[in-house]
Every structure is written in structure tokens, then in C-alpha cells.
Nanobody, 115 residues
Framework: QVQLVESGGGLVQAGGSLRLSCAASRSIFSLNAMGWYRQAPGKQRELVAAFTAVGSTNYADSVKGRFTISRDNAKNTVYLQMNSLKPEDTAVYYC?????????WGQGTQVTVSS
């Protein structure tokens, strides 16, 4: 099992930046996958950025070149640096981790980008 706690959301103007953090309750080194999803009102939850089990990264096309996922294994924390934010990035952002076939989610953090 793993508990995930997100922080760093908030209100920002278009073009601004935010950094989200996800602190895990255990070592993230051996997790199958860990990353960030988001869900906007009336839309399905979608992948934003994630590390795979082999250490590669996946990004949604809509955030490539603007968002960067990183990790600090010593702190059991994954980050999402979000630059050049757009109003369409407004959503609740969820941290996700997978251990074997079980998926774990954080409580979510709201990101609101004003135009």
C-alpha cells in the first residue's frame, strides 16, 4: 500500500507557473508507475505525465514542452513543474501510483488558470 499527498495547487494567471508535489508514504523506487492525472469539470480523468516502471516518461500531447515531471527518490516525492499555463489546464490534479495491479490515488489538488 501507499498513501499519496499532493500539494502546490492554486490560482495562477495564464502564462504563469506552478509546481505540484506528491509525497508518498513509502519508497517510490520500485513502484510500477507514478505520475499525474487531471480531471476538468465534465471531462474524464486524463494522464498528464508519468514515470513508467522502466524509468521512462510519458506526457500528454497537450502539455509537452510546458510541463516536466521529476522525482526525488530520497524524499519519496514526485513533482510536476507546470510552465506557460493555459486556462484549459484548469482541473483537479491527482497523483497516481501503481503497485502490481493496484492503483492508488491522492486526494487531488485544484489548479485554476485565469485568462
Amino acid at each position: 500500500q501507499v498513501q499519496l499527498v499532493e500539494s502546490g495547487g492554486g490560482l495562477v494567471q495564464a502564462g504563469g507557473s506552478l509546481r505540484l508535489s506528491c509525497a508518498a508514504s513509502r519508497s517510490i523506487f520500485s513502484l510500477n508507475a507514478m505520475g499525474w492525472y487531471r480531471q476538468a469539470p465534465g471531462k474524464q480523468r486524463e494522464l498528464v505525465a508519468a514515470f513508467t516502471a522502466v524509468g521512462s516518461t510519458n506526457y500528454a500531447d497537450s502539455v509537452k514542452g510546458r510541463f516536466t515531471i521529476s522525482r526525488d527518490n530520497a524524499k519519496n516525492t514526485v513533482y510536476l513543474q507546470m510552465n506557460s499555463l493555459k486556462p484549459e489546464d484548469t482541473a483537479v490534479y491527482y497523483c497516481h501510483a501503481q503497485i502490481s495491479f493496484t492503483h492508488y490515488w491522492g486526494q487531488g489538488t485544484q489548479v485554476t488558470v485565469s485568462s
